[in-house]
């Protein structure tokens, strides 16, 4: 189901316990004795940019859930931009600000060209994982992307779950380098 306003500290919980080790994750935040605070600021930043210009999804019994981003649907408003001051002082730090901006430029460059439905995070409380719940989630994202007629594209560092993308139909289109491997998957 969709989620409200109301849900925005439990998805932020859920995200941030499910990806405190994600290379990704890690790569853009700054490292330091802060580090679970500040993947707790991505989370938010990443739940307020999805609930501007995408979707936010959380599973019924509210375990798991999906961030959506719809770039098409991208607009700079006043709000986007404080979000995104308080993204890059609080929770990239200012010495990582170019290697991100270089980072999401080179991502963006390989999507494909027609419309996206960008999976950005979707997790599951770690105590609840391998139940079932992801997979629903993912199910219903894949067929809301379909009907929408749009490429569902996403991005993972984590090996181990290339294996779950490729069951739901996902194939990797792009590896990428960061220091870490980055697997561009979609579904057309």
């Not at 995408?54 to 019994?61: L, Y």
């Not at 770039?71 to 979000?83: E, F, G, H």
């Amino acid at each position: 189901m969709r989620a409200t306003l109301s849900d925005r500290d439990l998805i932020v919980d859920i995200l941030t316990r499910s990806f405190i080790d994600n290379k990704s994750v890690n790569y853009i935040i700054k490292q330091d004795e802060k580090k679970e605070q500040r993947i707790k600021g991505l989370m938010k930043y990443s739940f307020d940019i999805c609930n501007l210009f995408g979707d936010v999804f959380i599973s019924d019994d509210k375990n798991g859930c999906a961030l959506i981003v719809m770039p098409d649907r991208k607009k700079t408003t006043i709000k986007s931009i404080l979000l995104d001051i308080k993204m890059a002082l609080f929770v990239i730090g200012l010495s990582n600000i170019k290697k991100v901006i270089s980072r999401e430029s080179a991502i963006s460059k390989i999507h494909p060209s027609k419309d996206i439905y960008y999976l950005w995070f979707i997790g599951v409380q770690p105590s609840k994982q391998g139940n079932g719940v992801g997979s629903q989630l993912l199910n219903e994202i894949i067929q809301k992307g379909i009907s929408e007629k749009k490429t569902i594209c996403l991005e993972t560092s984590t090996l181990k779950n290339i294996p779950w993308y490729e069951k739901h139909g996902f194939e990797i289109y792009r590896e990428m380098d960061f220091g870490y491997k980055l697997y561009c998957m979609k579904i057309s």
